[in-house]
């Protein structure tokens, strides 16, 4: 298999430059230390994505309105069950990702 040498350049390229902004911001904050209103700021980043993500795929828009997606709501429930008990990342995605197979599973039998 030959590979274009532009096209590797291309892929090279692209991963330096998604790679230098998540890259850097850590070795720069690796020697700073943050006042303490700034990392409690900080500590709401993560649930105001994962409410992002959620919402998103959450909520269907039509034509004439906004519904909710039945797949998914059915899917985020024992998710959000498992975050609010064991407050543990791991455990949340790992369920997650299972509700949503097993919804889509027994779905496409429908």
Do not use: D
């Amino acid at each position: 298999m030959n590979i274009n040498p532009n096209v590797l350049h291309i892929i090279v390229g692209g991963m330096i430059v998604t790679a230098i902004p998540r890259i850097i911001p850590f070795i720069v904050l690796q020697k700073l230390t943050l006042p303490k209103p700034v990392l409690q700021w900080l500590s709401y980043i993560p649930i105001c994505i994962f409410t992002a993500l959620v919402m998103e795929n959450l909520l269907e828009r039509t034509e004439t309105s906004v519904t909710l997606n039945g797949q998914v709501l059915i899917a985020v429930l024992p998710t959000l069950i498992t975050a609010l008990w064991s407050k543990n990342l791991l455990a949340t995605v790992v369920v997650g990702i299972v509700s949503m197979a097993v919804v889509r599973l027994l779905w496409m039998g429908h």
